[in-house]
């Protein structure tokens, strides 16, 4: 069964940046369109970008419009999310997730996707 693994979470300064990477084991994800989600304390789990397979199509939450790329690389068999002029209301769990179809769409709805990552901390503070 393949395994997603976010990683490069942290702790930066308001206005910081970070890059997450969101590898796979066993089995790659180049089929699959690839979401990345948050999660802060006490609230639901939220959209933050997506990408399609093969084309790399993208749509973004509009927090996080014009501050955040999601990109991939199918031959490493890795999603990445920069994220640049970090906020305080950036704060959360990230989670990688893979989408249940292969064609090529961008999805959004939790509900889309069947496959997790264990999240990784982003921690924006001064």
């Known amino acids: 069964q393949v395994q997603l693994e976010e990683s490069g979470g942290g702790l930066v300064q308001p206005g910081g940046s970070l890059r997450l990477s969101c590898a796979a084991s066993?089995?790659?994800?180049?089929?699959?369109?690839m979401g990345w989600f948050r999660q802060a304390p006490g609230k639901e789990r939220e959209f933050v970008a997506g990408?399609?397979?093969?084309?790399?199509?993208?749509r973004y939450a509009d927090s996080v419009k014009g501050r955040f790329t999601i990109s991939r690389d199918n031959a490493e068999n890795t999603a990445y999310l920069q994220m640049n002029s970090l906020k305080l209301e950036d704060t959360a769990v990230y989670y990688c997730?893979?989408?249940?179809?292969?064609?090529?769409?961008?999805?959004?709805?939790?509900?889309?996707?069947?496959?997790w990552g264990q999240g990784t901390q982003v921690t924006v503070s001064s």
């Open positions: 997730a893979r989408a249940k179809y292969t064609y090529g769409l961008v999805f959004s709805d939790r509900s889309d996707f069947d496959l």
């Open positions: 066993g089995r790659g994800v180049s089929n699959y369109a």
């Open positions: 990408i399609s397979r093969i084309t790399s199509d993208t």
